[in-house]
């Protein structure tokens, strides 16, 4: 092993014993009657979530990743626990520019000065397994580059072990309802998928075709010529991020944002079966007109068309209080342990009654008004008595990731709409 490698298996590892020393040390002190026993527990949450987003923010690759995707499970985390976690979805450090020359040197056969008219030095954006440059064709069009970080693809098989022991480390942190172990799995298959920018490339060529033209969403446009496995290049789309959105967009046009956000999402699940599965802020633009640029597509999830149409039965179900059809469509998917026994609306009704409120056919929802989040957590400390008979949905991890990330938006937006529009063309029987 490289001193590189062992000095990041080594902080992994020390991140891990710190977190599982710390949970240690305040069982201990429980077990002792202390009474500021809440109190203390949070503050050890606190500390750990930044011990994570420091060491997790220095390493990039997989371990940034995988702290990112935590850092938007509001449902996983107590709100003082998420917010230094928040610091995972800012921007990382950039590599040196000499480092990222060489690699380009390496995959063009010359320097980024020979191949393009004009390209910055200064990073647009920097990520997780990569940074992109704004650039110049030799033939006038703007564009982006998107450049692997040299030795990554060795780092993050070098991250797996490690991180395997962080995992391991969460369980005080976590709430035991959520499977923290399908989370690494997804993450791990999916961030081995994205260190080829091919693939990537093929999966934007994809969902440009399945989605077709729509006036709702922006698309960027591969230059094969200028495009290999580690660098990626793109045409340039302009657009706000979601901080300009806030300062300087009306609430009118973030009504116009967030309706054509959740109508996207459904297009995508219920419709065509491609899912732009990485719901980082960095990944989206917006424009006053409505419409929405997707710009990274390193994670896509295929939804068979099994899945697309238990989705839409499930959709059907809950907008028409189907109780009978919601809980067999849920036992197809896997989410009880038993799937022959039901709960029936004792369990479901309430959930049901929330999300009926979301898309009501007449009656307009505010997301900056209501936090669905709080709503389903309420529910979901009233309902332990059922924890140990449902489990997590392996096939929708990505989904429910997705879509959580995209609520985390259209709260954020303060979306108001009669959203059951959305919904009514996927009610008619097939």
Sequence with gaps: MTKGKLSRMLRLS??????????????????LGSEEGERRRLAVHVRNAQRIAETLGDLKGLVMKFGQMLSIQADLFPGEVLRPLAQLQQQAAPVPYAEIESLLVEEFGAPPEQRFASFERQAFRSASIGQVHRARTLDGREVVVKVQYPGIVDMVQNDLDGL???????????RKTFDIEAVYKEVRQRIQEELDYTKEANNLRRFTEAMGKSENLLLPAVLDEYSTSKVLTLSYLEGDDLDTVMERYTQEQRDRLGWNLLELIFRQCLEVGLVHADPHPGNFLFRPDGRI????????????????????????????RDYETLEATLASMGAYVDPAHRFGPALLEPYVKILNRVFHPVKPFDFGVHNLVSMFLHLGRRNLRYALQLRPISEMVLIDRMILGQYSTLRRLGARGVFGRIVEPYLPED
Excluded at 164 to 174: A, H, N, P, T, Y
Excluded at 304 to 316: A, F, G, I, K, M
């Design 293 to 320: 640029a997707f710009l990274d597509f390193g994670s896509l999830k295929v939804l068979p068309e099994e899945w697309r149409l238990r989705l839409r039965t499930l959709v059907r179900a809950i907008y028409r």
């Design 164 to 174: 395997k022991l962080l995992v391991r480390s969460f369980d005080g942190l976590s």
């Design 14 to 31: 020390g991140l891990a014993a710190k977190i599982s020393t710390s949970y240690l040390a305040s069982k201990v002190q429980d077990s």
